[in-house]
């Protein structure tokens, strides 16, 4: 059994550099945010709609108004208003469900017990625990650490070394950060 915390971080809570660029960018582009916190599809969806909406808007107004109507640009513009506030909306959902200490803390309890579930051999239980957590958040780095070493310990090598990668990206700190590089290079997960 491999060692590392399964506490939620001491500044999980805190405002992290990323989430202020994530905010920044979010305001500039809706959805630009999103992609920085790894809501890559639902960002992209989110620029990409915003963008062609106020180009169609932009093209109506300023650049070719006698080309597009302005019965096309108008409601794109008012459109993309919309998106904009929509993106703002969808941003301050993400933050505030990764900022919830709450959520953590159940994330910590699931993850625990899945741990648990491990060590007793309740492969089927753990996984269960698991994939729970991960729906709630899939960058939570002790739940994606110990569906790592369920995986190692189910003989799954090649969704094993795939986990220790993810833990390896996610992870902040120096301890998970070791274990991961370690599992990663046993034979088991390569």
Request: charged share 20%; with cysteine.
């Amino acid at each position: 059994m491999m060692s590392y915390s399964l506490e939620p971080a001491e500044n999980e809570g805190a405002i992290t550099l990323s989430t202020r660029r994530a905010r920044i960018l979010n305001l500039i582009v809706p959805g630009a945010g999103l992609i920085v916190l790894r809501r890559e599809w639902l960002g992209f969806a989110v620029a990409m709609l915003f963008c062609v909406l106020a180009q169609i808007a932009l093209l109506g107004w300023l650049i070719i108004p006698v080309t597009i109507p302005r019965w096309v640009g108008i409601p794109a513009g008012l459109a993309a208003v919309g998106v904009w506030w929509w993106g703002q909306w969808l941003m301050a959902l993400r933050i505030g469900h990764t900022m919830n200490p709450e959520i953590n803390r159940e994330l910590a309890a699931l993850a625990e017990r899945a741990r648990g579930a491990i060590r007793d051999g309740r492969m089927v239980e753990a996984r269960h625990l698991l994939e729970t957590a991960l729906t709630i958040n899939d960058e939570d780095v002790p739940a994606n650490a110990c569906w790592a070493e369920l995986m190692t310990e189910m003989g799954s090598h090649t969704e094993a070394g795939r986990a220790w990668r993810r833990v390896l990206a996610l992870a902040r700190d120096a301890e998970t950060r070791t274990v991961a590089r370690r599992a990663l290079r046993s034979p088991v997960t390569r």
